[in-house]
């Protein structure tokens, strides 16, 4: 089955350093209920987040999908990419090493 590599930054810049608003929290409560539904379904292989609080933050996911369409409706259900918290740019992604964590 395909992968594919999601990035996952935020719209407003300086939301990692200032903290979310009530809306961005509520966005970001129900992406996080999401990444987890998509690991229970097998759909989601890894997510994470750089460890920054600056403009430079991101977060990403390695998701397999049939088709790139489906990927990218995955990442357009996502409620923080939904609601415009976050952004996604979506990449076509050939895993080639994978060492499983101990």
Known sequence: MPHF?????????????T????????????HLG??????????????GRSQVLEREAFA????????????????RADPAVAQGVLSG???PFQITQWRALS
């Open 34 to 47: 999401y990444v987890q539904r998509l690991m229970e379904q097998g759909v989601l292989l890894m997510a």
């Open 19 to 30: 903290g979310p608003t009530q809306a961005e929290a509520e966005a970001i409560a129900a």
């Open 89 to 91: 740019e979506l990449h």
């Open 60 to 75: 990403l996911m390695l998701l397999q999908a049939d088709t790139e369409m489906q990927a990218r409706a995955l990442m």
């Open 5 to 17: 590599l999601l990035r996952l930054d935020p719209v407003r810049p300086d939301l990692p350093a």
